[in-house]
């Protein structure tokens, strides 16, 4: 139990840390099951059962039930890992419930199997009634942390409040049934059939599982309209005109090589979303717009409605992020590169929405987002700032906003995290750096290849390719974007792009 006190105030300097009994139960836990396992080492070799009862059969049931869920969320995770890419906590609290799971069962099946020593029938009793006790506390003890070490990924935070409010009735039911200590009685109808039946269940649980929370490699898409018929490559917005949506030319595919016959791009006015948004102080500027990296999610400010929403764009459907906002109140949104993740940026603070079931998740201290995906959220406690600001710091956490790491971060310079979260792409003037997002640490350098300009590269967005799109200020009549291999330095124009658009928001780049 001191073990488990270490760990939860070791997360102390962490902003998410909350005091939880889980820590303090799981510490004592593996203590005990240890010290069993001590025990059964020295008893010698197993027989067949002994004919008595060791727990009240509801303590068992419960135990099943615990066991049958939290296995099936756990085998979830791991079937889960062979596809996509989870992080590695959550695999890891997989791997650690199958091992509850599969220790309790062994070190219940020892005490009902293990032979008892002859002697006088108050030291039988006396001994039965010390495996018994220790049968209780393992069922109670292990259907506690199975139920709250079951991994949670895909939850919604809808889901995550219910699971909770269930693992806690578990939990208390549990504890009581270990209380009173059960009579010297003979056992009743072995649970064989009921414990065949949970592990056969299991696996078709944590498909089930799968299926329901987990988002398909490719989705199925609807017969493509239009005005929305390709991907949108980038949006624009110029003064007395509405948003401008450019997507892919007709018969194209990202990965198409680009000439100049891809100025003759098609697109769509964005006619519901604001352009222009009144600022605090009296002025204007460009209403919040932020494309996805696969070009088939826009967030916008709805006009007739005052809220931010996401469209997917191949069948123009549409969904709510917020409520109806004030104009100085509307946050900055920006979007995965699926576009199943939103983050709104504002003055009180971000906020990680699911753009599928709505579910809301808050970023504590984060003020910019650089990076944003399935594994998390790479981003800085302070905003975009000049020479000489406050200390800011670089922050990882996973998507239910809990804090992985911080490093110390110059604010003063552009950066982007990669599309796997692990690397961050900071630009200074000539040089591309490539930094490790957990530690800050540079881990390559590369001289950047571009056309002569002022300052620091502006990064867009990731093509298809893993090359960074970057908007220079050109000193010359060099194209302002152009696509830089990070680890080379190496660039090359931009292909079908205005030169230079005003106020442009980048979604695919091919």
Known sequence: MGVGFAVMFAQAPGESFTVSPFWPIAGWFCGFAAAEM?????????????????????ATGLWVFAAMVSGAIALASVLRSFRTEVELAERGWAVFTLVVVLAVNLLVMGLRRRPLRAGPADLVSAEWAMRSRSARLLLAGGTIVAIWSAPGGGWSSQAESIRSLIGLVVSLLAWYMTLSPERLTQAGRPLRWQVVAAVLLMPVLAA??????????????????????NAALFAYVTPGSPWEIATMPDGREPDDEWDESTWDFGGFSLDRAVARLATGDGGRQEGPLALSGDGHHVVYLDSVTDRLVVQHLPDATRRDLTGPLPAHAVPRPLLSHDGRLAALVSATGTELVDTATGGRTALPGVRRVLGLGPYGVVGTTGHRALPGAPGTELVTLDPRGRVRSRAPFDPTLPALATQDGRSLIVFTDDEAVTMDARTGRVTDRAALKLPRHHGPPEPLGWSAEGRLAVLIEPDGDDGHYHLVDPGTGRSSPMKGVMDKLDHGVFGLIP
């Not at 001590?38 to 509801?58: D, E, T």
């Open 38 to 58: 001590v025990l059964a080492r020295r008893g010698g070799p197993l027989g067949p059962p002994l004919g008595l009862r060791l727990a009240p059969p509801r």
């Open 208 to 229: 089930g599982w799968n299926a329901a929370v987990d988002e398909p490699d490719e989705q199925p898409q609807s017969p493509l309209t239009e005005p929305y018929a």
